[in-house]
């Protein structure tokens, strides 16, 4: 009887983490709400239909679709692993089905549930909710709902509720006895407000998705190796490091950050509000403590892509929030030795080059690039196609500075991306837009496997990274870190950016290099408002001293990575995604789409043959005009002539 009980629970639990990975599909983490940054390393993150999450601004560069992203624009086509971090957030994931994932988060991973009766999932998540309560009880598993009951009920102010041990959660589940146990000790959990912990200890949690391999527990050794490096530093605080899944990270901090119950620090591609963590420019504005003769912690960074003087970095309460440990960068990875095998030379020399060479791979036994149905390897090419042809528009539309006064900026802001939609200035009827289908269409019969669209897109560092890996394809598109996930692979790996279009493709080729950016999109941390006293001291120095150039260069060197700081050095494997004028960002990019559609829903129709030109055309313009709409809304621009229309 209580093996079949054990057995209906586990199922249970199946269930709900089913319908949890299906709620989050699109998902990608490299940024935070889903329309993504110029190096937003998971675009869609936290996206979905069901939760998503609507920043106030967006950024100016291409990140990656989905992966990262910041900044000043909505931008679509490259942008966002990660989405805008600082804008206003609907507050979908207040929601009965996300309480009831977490819910079962606390009944099946042994999570902490709460700090006081101020934070605790009940009082905390449920408080002025309770109209939830009866969609809860249908969402829960009915042979759970004992458990469900005990753990949303109050419990004395001061008091803390500790994760269930899984043997206990079995026995109260089948026999109905309560296991929550009530503390009067501040739980050392992310969300706590304690100042220190015994013998004057401090232990600090980061949470965040794997974006170097695919442990569910290590972010690898070269983050062990970063870790114990300040631990010998700092003898009195201790790091741990949560592994979310890459599917759903996204959803679990922001309900935890609502909730105050998340880690110390926590990766920043997340939805959420500004005063959901904390602004760090005072302490910005002082010494690293670990950088010898620093005065300003904020001097360290480069400022090109970081600083109080770069609109990217700001959240939309104008603060600087999060601190990069890396920059990202991205190109296509190549297979050295099936380039050779081929006779094809790296890198393509332009647009043509590349669709010849495709051929020839092709000729030779190799899947020329490889593909899969995440939103980042179509995204990335229309955002790097149709920023070449689109160049010619960017000055017009240039006419906000970051902060959406009158202005210039060093891209077409968010603001001023709304602007040209909504004022019909800039709309899906542009020939260049038609002739970057075309192209993007062109390439993707040349060089991407027939199936690819049935190819699952499980790793946000490099795109179809299993055909990749085994030899099968010749190239993929992917970001910097992906050396990591390529460090057993039995060829030579080598990097190159996309080519230049040219006249010799399209008679409306513009004499714009082709351009992606680099940007802080890729692995950066913030740490909640929650966090007060010694935790909130010791997360700062962990942000302090990965941000140190001879302490975080260990650690760019083994991850594939471009250093956000001066003085430190990238990776020689990588170097092409950072260099020229492939590393500067997109001055104009195609609109994204509105909150709950996918980067990838934007392009699969025309490339799989199922939408018309025509079709298309149409579909892009109602999902840009919705999305800028939105962007009118959250950002409070209806004053603006332009947005009445």
Not at 84 to 110: F, I, M, N, S, T
Request: with cysteine.
């Amino acid at each position: 009887m209580e093996g079949r009980r054990r057995g209906q629970l586990r199922r249970s639990g199946d269930r709900v983490r089913q319908r949890a990975r299906r709620s989050a599909r699109g998902s990608r983490c490299a940024r935070s709400d889903g329309r993504g940054r110029p190096g937003d390393v998971f675009p869609d993150c936290g996206r979905d239909a069901e939760h998503s999450a609507r920043p106030e601004q967006g950024h100016n560069g291409v990140r990656v679709d989905g992966l990262v992203r910041r900044g000043s624009r909505r931008h679509g086509v490259r942008g966002d692993l990660h989405a805008d971090r600082g804008g206003r957030h609907h507050e979908d994931h207040d929601g009965p089905r996300v309480l009831a994932r977490l819910v079962e988060q606390a009944l099946d991973r042994r999570e902490p549930v709460g700090v006081s009766s101020r934070r605790d999932f009940g009082p905390g998540l449920l408080r002025g909710r309770r109209h939830h309560l009866p969609e809860l009880e249908r969402q829960v598993p009915g042979r759970r709902s004992r458990l469900f009951h005990q753990l949303i009920q109050p419990h004395p102010k001061g008091t803390t509720m500790r994760a269930i041990p899984s043997a206990s959660r079995r026995r109260g589940a089948a026999l109905g006895i309560g296991l929550a146990v009530a503390m009067t000790t501040i739980a050392a959990c992310g969300g706590s407000s304690g100042s220190g912990e015994s013998g004057d200890e401090v232990t600090i949690t980061i949470s965040g998705p794997n974006q170097w391999n695919s442990s569910g527990s290590s972010f690898g050794k070269p983050w062990e190796e970063l870790v114990a490096a300040f631990e010998a530093k700092e003898p009195k605080i201790k790091v741990k490091t949560v592994v979310l899944p890459l599917n759903s990270f996204g959803q679990t901090i922001s309900t935890q950050l609502a909730a105050g119950t998340a880690s110390e620090l926590v990766f920043n591609q997340a939805p959420h509000k500004p005063e959901m963590v904390v602004a760090l420019d005072d302490y910005l504005k002082k010494p690293n403590p670990y950088v010898e003769g620093n005065k300003q912690w904020i001097d360290v960074f480069r400022k090109k892509f970081y600083g109080f003087g770069n609109g990217h970095s700001r959240n939309a309460a104008g603060a600087i929030e999060f601190v990069p440990f890396n920059l990202v960068g991205i190109g296509l990875f190549t297979n050295n030795e099936a380039f050779q095998k081929a006779g094809v030379q790296a890198p393509f020399k332009d647009y043509e080059d590349l669709i010849a060479g495709c051929g020839k791979l092709k000729a030779a036994g190799y899947t020329p690039l490889a593909m899969d149905a995440s939103n980042l390897g179509p995204g990335w090419t229309m955002g790097t196609i149709s920023g070449m042809l689109l160049d010619k528009y960017a000055q017009e539309y240039n006419v906000y500075a970051p902060d959406g006064s009158a202005g210039k900026a060093p891209t077409v802001t968010e603001k001023g991306v709304a602007r040209a939609v909504l004022s019909g200035a800039f709309d899906s009827r542009k020939p260049e837009v038609t002739e970057s289908l075309n192209l993007l269409k062109r390439l993707w019969d040349a060089c991407v496997d027939k199936n690819w669209s049935g190819v699952t897109g499980d790793n946000g560092a490099v795109i179809g990274l299993k055909d990749f890996a085994a030899g099968k394809a010749a190239m993929a598109w992917g970001v910097n870190f992906g050396v990591s996930a390529l460090s057993d692979v039995p060829f030579e790996v080598g990097s190159m950016p996309f080519p230049k279009i040219t006249t010799a493709s399209s008679p409306l080729a513009t004499d714009a290099p082709a351009r992606f950016g680099a940007s802080p999109g890729g692995t950066s941390y913030m740490i909640p408002s929650a966090i007060k006293g010694a935790k909130l001291d010791a997360a700062v120095k962990f942000l302090q001293f990965v941000s140190a150039p001879d302490k975080i260069q260990p650690w760019l060197a083994a991850t594939g990575g471009i250093p956000a700081v001066e003085g430190a050095k990238g990776a020689a494997k990588t170097s092409a995604f950072a260099e020229g004028s492939w590393g500067e960002a997109i001055p104009f990019s195609l609109p994204g789409p509105p909150p709950g559609v996918t980067q990838l829903s934007l392009w699969d129709g025309w490339l799989l043959g199922t939408r018309s030109l025509d079709k298309e055309l149409d579909y892009l313009q109602d999902m840009w005009t919705k999305a800028q709409k939105q962007a009118v809304a959250d950002n409070k621009w209806q004053s603006e002539p332009w947005a009445k229309k």
